[in-house]
Nanobody
Framework: QVQLVESGGGLVQAGGALRLSCAAS????????MAWFRQPLGKEREFVAV????????NYAESAKGRFIASGDVSGTTMYLQMMDLKPEDTAVYYC????????????????WGQGTQVTVSS
């Protein structure tokens, strides 16, 4: 059984930083991709960042560029999201996602999901 478990969320003041972690078990995604999405309360799930381990490439949402860095283990078992200069609009539940083939920005493309971790940024 494949599981993705996120950790590292919490409450932080605007301008602060947090590091989210995602640990995969049950299989690895070394030739696939692991991604971060977020869902603000009452809004749709949105793409944040993806790392394609197979091609060693990454992609970020415009809102994340320059502030967030996605990294992890190239074996595709662990992924991190270092978030800096956090803003109140970054408040959301952050989800880790993984897939053996898909590495895009559409959440429907990912087969595996974590339970999410809450990030709250106070102003």
């Amino acid at each position: 059984q494949v599981q993705l478990v996120e950790s590292g969320g919490g409450l932080v003041q605007a301008g602060g930083a947090l590091r989210l972690s995602c640990a995969a078990s049950g299989r690895t995604f070394g030739s696939g991709a692991m991604a971060w999405f977020r869902q603000p309360l009452g809004k749709e799930r949105e793409f944040v960042a993806v790392v394609h381990w197979g091609t060693r490439t990454s992609n970020y949402a415009e809102s994340a560029k320059g502030r967030f860095i996605a990294s992890g283990d190239v074996s595709g078992t662990t992924m991190y999201l270092q978030m800096m200069d956090l803003k109140p609009e970054d408040t959301a539940v952050y989800y880790c996602a993984a897939d053996a083939r898909y590495a895009g920005e559409m959440w429907l493309g990912y087969d595996y999901w974590g339970q999410g971790t809450q990030v709250t940024v106070s102003s």
